[in-house]
């Protein structure tokens, strides 16, 4: 009787292969690779004590991003930071490539995480590290599966959680924009033509929803888009007051000015909504008047 041999699947064998590389790593340490200066790459699991070793390779880079790091470190905290094809990078002479801001949040985390880190990365290569086109919030969600989301809602998510600008977790944004997905779409298609569609006039227009009547925001919306309209009764006259001092700004970039314009299109909408005739210019609303159901708890 012939005796069969197990032999161990295509698939078995590839993992195999797979963490006989990882273990050179353990086996040398990441000090040996740096030194060594030829290209590769292992998974590694970098301690918060391996990270402020890595750092102190980082003789030339850009500056660190604080908003960057914090937002990883959070991200970290939470259990929501992944295993991804980026990681860090030395290059062929042992210094730090890429990846500072990686470091220092897992040492502000105080938490190990599984990064791939690549060695004897060229200076010519260098030269083309991170200059291709970043992958936007909308970009990643619709891979993620929101199909139909576009820049303009991610924009408008983003002002109704108040970050201005500032770094936010794509699996927060996700969440958000899930739970507040239908006031922000009908926020965007009513000021979609308008050559008043700020994120931040949107955003007023995505919050009033829940607390307004549609006609009124509807209406409200329809003035701003055709600021050419003759105005039927007084309150009529204040979105298009509204339009005249938007349009007539040298600047609508920046977080301050973001925050202006939305406060002055929220006092806009509520002396509108209560049918108050208009004052000479636009004032700026001094409170939050249109809270979220979760800021109302």
């Not at 690549?118 to 891979?143: N, P, S, Y």
């Not at 008043?196 to 955003?203: D, E, G, L, N, R």
Request: proline share 3%; with cysteine; glycine share 6%.
């Amino acid at each position: 009787m012939t005796k069969k041999h197990s032999r161990k699947s295509p698939d078995a064998q590839v993992k195999l292969e797979i963490a006989k590389n990882d273990s050179l790593i353990r086996t040398y340490g990441w000090e040996y690779f740096a030194k060594l200066g030829v290209f590769c790459t292992f998974q590694m699991k970098i301690t918060p004590a391996y990270a402020s070793d890595m750092l102190a390779k980082n003789q030339k880079n850009r500056n660190k991003k604080p908003g960057f790091i914090k937002l990883m470190t959070e991200e970290m905290l939470a259990g929501t930071w992944f295993l991804t094809h980026q990681g860090v990078a030395f290059r062929d002479n042992g210094e730090l490539a890429d990846g500072q801001n990686r470091l220092q949040a897992i040492i502000n985390s105080g938490k190990p995480q599984n990064i791939l880190v690549t060695f004897g990365v060229t200076q010519e290569a260098m030269l083309v590290i991170d200059t291709h086109r970043v992958r936007t919030d909308a970009d990643a969600l619709k891979i993620d599966g929101l199909e139909t989301i576009r820049t303009s809602h991610t924009a408008v998510a983003k002002r109704m959680m108040g970050t201005y600008g500032r770094a936010v977790s794509r699996t927060v944004l996700k969440d958000f924009y899930i739970l507040h997905e239908k006031h922000i779409r009908i926020a965007c298609e009513l000021l979609s033509k308008s050559g008043i569609s700020h994120a931040a006039i949107k955003c007023v227009i995505a919050r009033a929803l829940y607390h307004l009547d549609f006609d009124v925001l509807e209406k409200f919306c329809g003035i701003l888009n055709n600021p050419f309209h003759l105005a039927a009764e007084d309150h009529e006259g204040i979105p298009i007051f509204l339009y005249r001092w938007y349009t007539g700004l040298d600047s609508r970039s920046g977080e301050q000015i973001s925050k202006i314009i939305y406060a002055r299109t929220e006092w806009s909408l509520d002396r509108f909504a209560k049918k108050k005739a208009p004052l000479k210019g636009i004032k700026e609303a001094t409170t939050e008047l249109y809270p979220l159901p979760e800021e109302q708890q």
